[in-house]
Structures are given as C-alpha cells and as structure tokens.
C-alpha cells in the first residue's frame, strides 16, 4: 500500500526579551543554577506577575511576519498541573484568546511549494529544568529558565514529508531570526519543535492517529525523527498493529523513538483565565507601530537578492534565510561591489570555517569589510582566487586587511609579462617531450595540454603569476613553436 | 492610653505626652498579658517593634514625622513580612520567612509604623470563625467561647481587646467586615485594585482585597491613607491617584441617599439584628440622609458563584505549595508523587482541602461550563445589580451578618451554615465594591455590624458616612469587659 505522511508542528520560541515574561529577572543563558531566578519565578508566596510588553510587541511581529490576525484582547490562562520545574503548580499559557491567530507560511522543497497554514501562536512561560545527574539519587531544579517568554507557534497538519517539516522549521527560524525576536540558537533550546505525526492510505481522507514527537532542536533531527516515525508507524499498521495516540521521545543516538507517555496519562490542565493578569488589550495604531518596523522578511529579501544580485533561487534561499548571514552577505556585496563571487565567499569559505569552528556568523572573526576588501584584490587581479583562500586563512586566524596580508606575505599576482615570460622560457626549455607532444597534437587538442605547462609555471612562481596572463602567453609561445 | 484611638494615639505622639517606645511597651505588655486568652496573634515582634518605635522617636525629634510615625501596626500573618515568619495560620508555613516585604508591609514601615506582631487568621484565610488556623482558633473578646469571626480573625480581636489600635486585614468574602462585626471594630474592604495585593499570600485573586481594622472609621482613613495606591508590582491594582481619605470625613451627609436592599432584611436575619440597623438608618435620617428601599435580586446567587470561583482559584494559587521550594515537606519521600501527596494531605488543614478539591472539580473539563462560567455569568448579574442601584442611591446600608458570634464548634461541623453567615458581604467581593463594616449595637452582649456599601473607589464617602454615624454614636468605643 501506498502511504501518505501528515505532519503538523508545534514550535517553541524564546524571544530574546531582556527580562522575563512577568518577571524583571534576567534570561541570560548559562548562568549557575538558581542564580536568575527572583521571588516571582520561585513562586514565593503572595508574589504576583507582570507582564513583559516586549515579549507582546515581539510576539506581534511574528504575527506580522506571517500574515495573521492579531488578537486584540489576548487572555493568559492558567494550565495547571504538578512538575518540580513548574514553581506555580501552573504555567501561564494563552488559549482560547492567543496574540496570534491564523496566519501562513510558503515554503519550497524539491517537491514543490506548500503554503503551510498556521492555526495561532501564543505566548507563555518556559518551565525551569530537571537535572537527574550528581544528586545521589535526587533531582536538583534549575529554575533559571522559568519564566522565559515563548511564543509557541501551532500549525496545521499541512506537510506531507519530513522535508516539507524541515524546510517549515527552517522558515520559521528565519522569520524568528530575521525578526530580532530570537537569538536562533537551537543547542542552547532557543527553539524547539514538537512533531505530531500520523500515516494514512494515500487518497483517504480522515487522519490516521497520530503520535507527538516531543523537544526536537535540530532540523536534522526533525527529519530523522519523523522518517523513524513514519517507518514505525507503517510498519506497524502493516503488521495488523494500531498507533496509539501518545507522546514519543527521538533518541538520536539510536534514531529511534520511544513511548514517553499514552493519552490516557494526560493531564486533565482545567484551563482557566489567570485572575492576576488583565487582558492585554491592543489597538490598530500599535500593531500598526509595531508593521512600521518589520525589517525585510527573509522571503521579500530573498527576491531582491534574485532580482538585484543575479543569483540563483538556491544562493539567494540560503543568504536570505538567516538574518546575520544575510546582512553580511550585503555588507560584502557594499564593499565588493561583486554579488557573485561574494554569494560565492559568503556560502564557500567562509561558511566552511565557520561551521568548522562552530562560530556563529555574528562572531565572525573576518568582517564584511576585510571579506570585500579581498574581494577587490582577487577582481583587480592584484590575486588569483587560489592566493586569495591564503590570504583569507591569515584574515581568520591573525586578522589584517587583505592588502595589508598581501604586501606581509609577499602574495601580490605577478602581472608584468616581462617576468612571465621568463619564467614561460625556462619551463618550455626544460619540457623538450611535452612541448614535443604539443606540437604533435591537433591544433584542438592543444588547448587541454596547456594546463601542464601552466602548472610548471605556477609552480615556479609560487602561484603568484597572474593566471590570465600566464594561459595567454604560454598559448602564444607554444603555438609560435608549432608554425 | 491602649483604649484610645490610633487617631487620639496619634495626636498624644504630636503632643509628645507618650512616646512610641512608650506606647509600644504598653501594647506589648497587654499583648504578654492577655493575648494568652485570645489567641490573637501568630507571633509577636518586640524587638523590631522597640527598633522601630525608637526609629520613630527618633524621627519624631528631628522634624521628620509623618501621620503614621510611631503608631502601632498588627498584620494579618499573610502578608508578607521580610526575616518574619509568615504562616498564612498553616502547618504548610510553619517554617516560611518571606525574603520580602507585602507591599502593604513595606507602606507601613516606610511611613514609621511600628510592627507588634502577626495575627491570627483562618488556614490561607478560608474561613468564617478563624476556628481552621492551625495555631488553634482565635476567641472573641466579647465572650471567649465564641469566635471572633474570619477569616482576619486575629486582627479583629487583637483590636477589640486594645492589644493594638490597628490591625491589617484581608477580605474576600466578607473577612475584614464579618470579623469586625463580630468584635465591635471598624473595617473597610476597599474597592478590588485600590491596595496592592502583592506580597499578601493568595487565597482567591480575583476577590482578595487587603484593607484596614481598627477602632474607628477616622482610624481606617488614617490606615488607608499608607495602604492604598498604585503598585507596579500587582497588574490588577488600580491605577489612580493617591487621595487623602481623612480629607472629607467631617462632611456633611444632608442629602445623602442611601439604599436599603429588601433582600438584606429577610427572615435569615435575626430580629434584633434588624432592630439595630433600623435604629442605625434613623441616625443617619437625623443627619439629613434620605432613604430608600432598593433590590439586589441576586443575593442569594452570590453565595454558589462565590463558592465555585474563590476555591476554583485557590486550588490553583495553592498548588506552589508542593514542598519543592519552601514551606512544608514530608519526611523521607519515596518519589515524586508521596512527595507531592503527602506534603499536602500533612500540610493543610481540612477546610483548605475541602476548597482546593471543590475548585479542582469546578475546572475540570467537562464540568467547567456548568460551574465556573455559570458563576462568572452570575458574577456578572450582581455587578449589574449593584450598579443599577448606583444609578438611585450614593450608598448602601445593610447588616454586615445575619447572627452575632457564634459559639466556637457551632457551625465548624456544618460548613454550609458556616458559609451562610457570608451572604451580605460576598456579593461585594464578586461586585469589587468597597464595603465596610461599623458597629451599630449589641445583641445580647454581643456586638454587631452595620455594613456601608459604595460604588468603585468611592471609600472616601464610605468613611465619612461612617465617621458622621460614630460622631452620634458611641457603639465603637464599647470594649468588652475587662479590657
């Protein structure tokens, strides 16, 4: 039988709000355990929240972002039920009333686009962590992270394979990134996904039963996870098995998943309007405010990058798709003044070092500006591209500009043909059979026997000969060998 | 001096013919003296009160006196008292010391309140009689077989006794007016929002209001003048300028309309209750006021809505209490749960259970319709019932209880006619209308209240009806016998 895949996401955002969502504690990541944790988010007694207004105006850009309806009187409410990491005994959520309500958005595959819809986004506290480890047998709380504004972003059970899931998790980080509203950083939990996934006969109409694949953060794990699912799953069905609806966790180590919880388990949450916090009550001149200033959104940016840069759909996807990369690319593009061969640099070498290392492009230790002024250097022929990744390795790890590196290392192109063409004599002196062979050979052929030559000449040159100028001679030379 | 007024206390301060240490050591000395059969107080706090009292003093010396400097202040044991312990009259907070202050708290201090102790208070002030603290029930000063009324019990007596000229208390159905009906003192719930609820322990959000005790309705004026205003830290206070409550009270109330529900003079209510109120609205038609008969139909209703929404919030507001940070927990848990169950079943009292298993059922999902949103409907109707009669009358007038005290063990086996006693105050809570409780006589020995209602923040109008009525009266300066 044939299968079809239904996959619908839930994400989790934490916005980058200074402070928490009702209290003044600070969301920095990675301090000592309990040190960012103030009365409110230990839920002293009498404590009381307040509400952060960024985490609103930045929940309403990604409204914005993504075509919704913004809720004007959105309304916390009270999810309750007991975990040592949730200090209330509740967390406040939003439901029948989000900030955010139906939106859209597209996206692209090698199978086509979909435009994925989204059914709301709400905002709510992240809960502090469980840590098992080094307490004999006990489990210590960090409540560090309690209160972290999220916007937990739902949507419809619109995509069809784990790539389509990916490739929405993959938007979704750009809107959120693009936005300034998320640092992005998926290791540290920045963003996490839950995937509910089901199977179904291709062409039947009703959803198979799903099953939720919870706190993925990777868009690689998104994929393993949901293809180990799916295989389950069918594997099951096929079996004579039924899927049970229920939580499942991905062990990556292993790429499989295993049972967390089964419906049954689940918490009855008795929902209710949180009495301390008021409605938040937004007009249309401060979604307005907030429309005035979206940046470029990382699909609009996309289509410029086509239209003004000439570059293909796939350069243009990846350069727009992450804010820091994008502006960098541009700010190499301004200091350049060549789209191209910086697309070419931005996504080549130096997104390889960068990965290599494990450095976001916002730490970059090259700048835009040393990046373009190499760039100058390799269009004015002062280098040759090869030269060029040199003086790049000396920018990343010792800093400089390139001319500065150029004139240290002694790198700069040869281009007086004087000295070229001495060079040219000598290996052709020295190369009795293979100028022999060249002169034997069909005129077209000749061109592919250059290249042994000239790699005698780069060779001796240290690879500073300007290659345009050394092709150009050494055809001239040889051929005049020939007559 | 202990039987004089905080106003007359106050003016003996000015005068300089007491001292605030003066003052403090005699109030200490009845409360070592006497409190033994009263049982008003959770903890006493000398030395801070001697510290503070010489503060003042000091102070006082230097110029720098306010209206409150060096005047005795008792609080209800859930507000929260920085380095102090704060019980809430709870096994579950036997050990708890707040590391803040209420907001209330730190108003008193900043205005040079001198802080004798905490009072004694129904378990997380769920209660009628103060009979379910779990530092064993409060008595009446009137006739210590009988309570004192609650849930702000503690205050209430402490006050009636003359162990303090002043006492903060908390209502959400009727815990500052019933109480001080009960004990012949003068208390004023104000209107929901006017007085910070931050750092007072939640019973039930949405209807908690902190407000003043004493003897006097020139007392309360005085105490809401520190108590009242703006707090950043509560989302649900009010934002509105701070006023002087002393400032109207020598008005003249010709012309005044007062409303008497027909609902409010029902067979429920003891005859010779009714009497006294008769008596009372005489007085004030002596002093110009004009009278009406108005209808608040929905009485009765107060009393079910009350009882879903109050324990439907507390159960949540409870849920912190899970031995996980602070406060009560069980010996020698074997997991997660036994933690969890058997810190509370040990924890809590037996009226707080009954309120937190109530609630939990009111929100569960299927039942949350037929109870919860039934009672916010209802909560509405009174509301509406209220201000229709606003638009006929500036005040209302009522009894504050259908019964005087009742006998300690009475009713704590009958918690419905325990509740019953609430109907006249409840329905303010669900409203957030002021009210205020004054004494109008005595029904065999035993004192009883005259309960003033207003419309939103009309608290100034309140206690200049209040204080024209003792100008002609003298039921508030009755003590029991003894003191």
Known sequence: MEWETVIGLEIHVQLSTQTKIFSGASTAFGAEPNTQACAVDLALPGTLPVFNENAQRMAIMFGLAINAEIGKRAVFERKNYFYPDLPKGYQTTQLERPVVGEGYVDI???????????????????????????????????????????????????????????????????????LGICDGNMA??????????????????????????????????????????????????????KVVQETRLYDPDRNETRSMRSKEDANDYRYFPCPDLLPVVVDDSYIEAIRATLPELPDARRERFISDY??????????????????????????????????????????????????DIRECPVSAEQLGG?????????????????????????????????????????????????????????????????????????????????????????????????????????????? | MHTKSLTELAAALNSGTVSSVELTQAFLERITALDPKFNSFITTTPEIALEQAK?????????????????????????????????????????FESPYDATVVAKFKAAGAVMLGKTNMDEFAMGSSNESSFYGACRNPWDTQRVPGGSSGGSAAAVAARLTPAATGSDTGGSIRQPAALCGITGIKPTYGRVSRYGMVAYASSLDQGGPMAQTAEDCALMLNVMAGFDKMDSTSAQRD????????????????????????????????????????????????SVKEISLPRTRMSIPAYYIIAPAEASSNLSRFDGVRYGHRCDNPKDLMDLYTRTRQEGFGAEVKRRIMVGTYALCAGYYDAYY?????????????????????????????????????????????MYMEDIFTLSLNLAGLPGMSVPCGTVSGLPVGLQLIGNYFDEAKLLNVAHQFQQVTDWHKHAPTGI
């Open chain 1, 108 to 178: 692209t595959t090698e199978d086509g686009s979909r435009r994925v819809r989204i059914h709301h986004a709400h905002l709510e506290e992240d809960a502090g962590k469980s840590l098992h480890e080094d307490f004999h047998g006990m489990s210590g709380i960090d409540l560090n992270r309690a209160g972290t504004p999220l916007i937990e972003i739902v949507s419809e059970p619109d995509m069809r394979s784990s790539k389509e899931a990916a490739e929405y998790a993959r938007k979704i980080h750009a809107i959120v990134t693009t």
């Open chain 1, 188 to 241: 540290e939990g920045s963003m996490r996904c839950d995937c509910n996934v089901s199977v179904r006969p291709k062409g039947q109409q009703e959803y198979g039963t799903r099953t939720e694949l919870k706190n993925i953060n990777s868009f690689r794990f998104i994929e393993r996870a949901i293809d180990t699912e799916v295989a389950r799953q069918i594997d099951l069905i096929e079996d004579g098995g």
């Open chain 1, 310 to 359: 000439n570059l293909s759909e796939y350069d243009a996807g990846v350069l727009s798709a992450y804010r820091p990369q994008a502006d960098y690319y541009e700010a190499v593009v301004a200091s350049s003044s060549d789209a191209k061969l910086a697309a070419n640099w931005v996504m080549g070498e130096l997104a390889k070092n960068l990965n290599a290392t494990d450095i």
């Open chain 1, 374 to 483: 190499l760039l100058q250097r390799i269009k004015d022929n002062t280098i040759s591209g090869n030269i060029a990744k040199k003086v790049f390795e000396h920018m990343w790890s010792d800093g400089g500009s390139a001319d500065e590196i150029i004139e240290a290392k002694g790198l700069k192109q040869v281009t007086d043909t004087g000295a070229i063409e001495k060079v040219i004599d000598e290996v052709i002196a020295k190369a009795g059979p293979q100028v022999e062979q060249y002169k034997a050979a069909e005129p077209d052929k000749r061109g592919k026997m250059i290249g042994f030559f000239m790699g005698q000449v780069m060779k001796a040159t240290g690879g500073k000969a300007n290659p345009g100028a050394v092709t150009g001679l050494l055809k001239q030379k040889l051929d005049a060998l020939c007559d």
């Open chain 2, 55 to 95: 503060a003042a003093d000091a102070a006082r010396a230097s110029g720098r006196a306010g209206d409150y400097t060096g005047l005795p202040i008792a609080h209800k044991d859930l507000f929260c008292t920085e380095g102090v312990r704060t019980s809430c009259g709870s096994k579950m907070l036997d050990n």
């Open chain 2, 242 to 289: 701070a006023e002087d409550y002393r400032a109207k009270l020598n008005d003249s109330i010709a012309g005044l309309r007062i409303g008497i529900p027909k609902e409010y003079l029902s067979d429920d209510l003891d005859p010779q209750i009714a009497e006294r109120v008769q008596a009372a609205i005489r007085e004030l038609e002596t002093l110009g006021a």
């Open chain 2, 373 to 417: 949103n039934k009672a916010q409907q209802i909560r509405r109707l009174i509301q509406q019932d209220f201000l229709a009669a606003f638009n006929e009358v500036d005040v209302i007038l009522g009894p504050t209880t259908p019964h005087p005290a009742f006998k300690l063990g009475e009713k704590s086996n009958d918690p419905v006619s």
